[in-house]
């Protein structure tokens, strides 16, 4: 099993639609998630980052993290064409900088 | 500079040959870290550089793969009699020590072994 889970399959929703994303993970020692966004041919860039469990929102984004679960969730409300990008998860435990990626969604938003 | 500057943003090379990919991290950042993207496969680790510290190279896949940073600043990711199998693209990021969330990746080195 590896450490964090993130079915890849790509996801076309309506401009203005919620879109919702999540990772599971199996290491009980993260206690930092962070979900990043990744446009064609750049390198991901930090979006949300959490610590522990709870909410986080941010403008159109909603992070949530469920220790308890071993669950997170990413939402994006209002959803636009700019929002067309590969959402990857990501997270890392104390006393370890490295951090373990989800494969990634590639979401597309339709005008 | 601004941020993390990676070169070449493209290497197509003959199975066998060596390459070298340099990384340029943002100024001041202790943390370097290499990471592989390949298609389907999400961002795998490879090697963790931490100030003057042993470097972390525990991701590397085999022994073709090594990474050196010179100075605390420039690395560089050298593999070895390339296969296939290494097309992918390559990240670096760079960070501030101990810190979780300030990753900022370059925009890679795009790979192809042919």
């Known amino acids: 099993q590896k450490e964090v889970e993130q079915d890849p399959g790509p996801l076309s929703v309506p401009e203005g639609a919620i879109v919702s994303l999540n990772c599971t993970y199996s290491?009980?020692?993260?206690?930092?998630f962070m979900w990043y966004r990744q446009y064609s041919r750049k390198g991901p860039e930090l979006l949300m980052y959490?610590?522990?469990?709870g909410n986080k929102e941010d403008g159109r984004f909603t992070a949530q993290v469920d220790k308890s679960s071993k669950y997170i969730s990413l939402f994006i409300r209002d959803s636009q064409p700019s929002d067309s990008a590969t959402y990857l998860c990501?997270?890392?435990?104390?006393?370890?900088?490295?951090?373990?990626f989800g494969k990634g969604n590639q979401v597309v938003v339709i005008p | 500079g601004a941020g993390v500057s990676q070169s070449p943003s493209n290497k197509v090379t003959e199975k066998g040959k060596d390459v070298e990919l340099r990384c340029d991290p943002i100024?001041?950042?202790?943390?370097l870290y290499w990471y592989r993207q390949s298609l389907g496969q999400g961002l795998e680790f490879l090697i963790y550089?931490?100030?003057?510290?042993?470097?972390?190279k525990s991701g590397l896949p085999s022994d073709r793969f090594s990474a050196e940073r010179t100075g605390g600043s420039v690395s560089t990711l050298t593999i070895q009699r390339t296969q296939q199998e290494d097309s992918a693209v390559y990240l670096c990021?760079?960070?501030?020590?101990?810190?979780?969330?300030?990753?900022?990746f370059g925009s890679g080195t795009r790979l192809t072994v042919v």
């Open positions: 990021a760079s960070s501030l020590a101990r810190d979780h969330y300030g990753y900022t």
């Open positions: 290491n009980s020692a993260f206690q930092y």
């Open positions: 959490t610590y522990s469990s």
């Open positions: 990501a997270m890392s435990g104390n006393g370890n900088n490295r951090l373990a």
């Open positions: 100024s001041g950042h202790t943390a």
């Open positions: 550089f931490q100030g003057n510290s042993a470097p972390d």
